[in-house]
């Protein structure tokens, strides 16, 4: 049974299509110009950070336009799937959920990455300590034009174009072939796998799946992406500017820091159960109406 017009678009298109254009295309971009700047270094490190930013922004175009190519006689259907406007009363729900995802994914960060440093430490500092900033400044400029580029990347094109993959087109797709938990698992998984923090990145998936199926619309989760990166841009934004500056955090810098990780565990865990107990539970009839193309009685609303 079809769920809307995107479960007739092939995974193995979307997929193949993710990994072509950020792995191979935008990868091979990225890697062109930070060989051409090591080796003739033509570039201050500020104007090197402003090409870095368009490259990863041009990620998200290419994708869309892929994306719509291959769905490109169910336009009007999918444009339906954008007009399902939530009411305002269900605007501050929304908005609640992104700032619970924010408070558990310190906590989850912790959570996967305290353990694993005392195991195998050069991974944790490589992979996820010295992770790249999306904003960059210093003594000779700001690079307005640089940290404009990366916050609409990350904040406008990154959710919208991220749910339309995963919450849109492999959720349903997979639903339609393997059932709706599994379609959960995998396509939040390939989600977290994408991501730094990969613990709270999958939990972040799970929810916007369950949001996806309640809402029977994309608009509510691209409006928890949105303000998710929104808050987490801002955070990241007076962290350079009044604390930790841009030097790298150290493995003792993460071990000093651990409350955090336990005021996300303690907290936010805690605020993503009630919220997952208000609008999701009980889950089977949730999974059984998406299973069957159908609604809950109250799948309209959130609120």
């Known amino acids: ?35 051409v700047q090591e080796n003739q270094n033509l570039f201050t490190t500020g104007g090197f950070f402003t090409i870095e930013s368009f490259v990863f922004a041009m990620t998200y175009p290419i994708l869309a336009g892929l994306l719509w190519w291959m769905s ?4 009007e259907e999918i444009a339906e ?4 406007v939530p009411a305002p009363a269900e605007i501050p729900q929304y908005l609640w959920l992104a700032v619970g995802m924010i408070i558990s994914s310190m906590g989850l960060a912790y959570l996967m990455y305290y353990p694993l440093s005392f195991v195998a430490p050069d991974l944790v500092q490589k992979w996820f300590l010295e992770s790249p900033p999306l904003l ?13 580029v990366a916050v609409v990347a990350a904040v406008i094109f990154a959710p919208m174009v991220e749910e339309f993959i995963f919450r849109g087109y492999l959720l349903n797709r997979w639903t339609l072939k393997l059932g709706p938990l599994p379609a959960i698992l995998l396509s939040s998984g390939l989600f977290a796998f994408l991501h730094v923090d990969m613990l709270g990145a999958f939990v972040f998936g799970v929810f916007l799946c369950l949001l996806s199926m309640k809402t029977r619309s994309l608009v509510g989760p691209i409006i928890v992406h949105f303000a998710n990166n929104l808050i987490a841009v801002s ?9 930790s500056g841009f030097a ?22 805690p605020w993503l159960w009630w919220y997952a107990r208000k609008h999701f539970l009980p889950l089977a009839p949730l999974l059984l109406a998406h299973q069957n193309g159908g609604q809950t009685p109250d799948s309209q609303a959130i609120g």
């Open 1 to 35: 049974m079809r769920f809307n017009p995107v479960d007739e678009v092939p995974s193995t298109w979307v997929v193949g299509s993710f990994f072509f254009v950020l792995y191979f295309l935008i990868g091979s971009i990225y890697a062109f110009v930070q060989q």
């Open 72 to 75: 490109f006689k169910h336009r």
């Open 81 to 84: 799937l954008l007009l399902n």
């Open 136 to 148: 960059y400044w210093d003594e000779q400029g700001y690079y307005w034009l640089g940290n404009f």
């Open 235 to 243: 955070i990241e934004w007076m962290d350079h500017l009044w604390w």
């Open 248 to 269: 790298p955090m150290t493995m003792q810098d993460f071990y000093d820091q651990a409350a955090w990780g336990v005021f996300g565990l303690v907290v936010g865990l």
